[in-house]
């Protein structure tokens, strides 16, 4: 049978001690413990300038502050919005749409995005798309309409129509349709259109 263990009593917290005044700190002591945490924020994972500005406006109301440390982590390398959309645009399995759709939810200015955009290689994004069909392309073969399914799996991924269609076409060709299920009527394999 189980028993819940009992908690040991704490003891009383000393009146003294919540009653004695804490020291205001000094701006440098906020300039420091504002820095701490941008840093922190920043070794966790990259994040962009806007959302860094958003940590630290939650956690200070001075908007000199925050600048000061928003341009000191900058000018020391740690935090860089070209890096963020360089590796978004990095990312595979992902289209340019997505990488538009989320660098923007993420505040990049609509210039970086769309010069990240122009750096997008087409083949090699034809050529992911492809490479991710083809991995699905058996459980999407059995789907009612495997062309619709792939097409909504590749349109989910940020893909567009210019790089589904081509990518569907081809993974399509290296499973021909299986004629002896559609012969029996189940007419349910990976015909192509």
Known sequence: MYRPRRQPSLPAPD??????P????T???QREALLAYAFRALGARAVTEAEL???LERRSEDPELIEDVLRRVQELGYQND????RAENKRRGVGGMRVRQTLRR?????ELIEETLQARDPEQEQQQAAELLLRRWPALSRKRDPRASAYAFLARRGFGGNVIWPAIREVA???PP???????????????R
């Open 106 to 110: 993420r505040g990049v200015g609509a």
């Open 22 to 25: 804490r020291r205001p700190k």
């Open 15 to 20: 009146a003294e001690a919540e009653a004695r």
């Open 53 to 55: 500005r958003g940590k």
């Open 27 to 29: 701006r440098e002591e």
């Open 173 to 175: 060709e290296l499973f």
């Open 178 to 192: 299986d004629e002896t299920a559609d012969e029996e009527g189940a007419g349910r394999g990976a015909s192509p």
């Open 82 to 85: 070209a890096e963020v959309a």
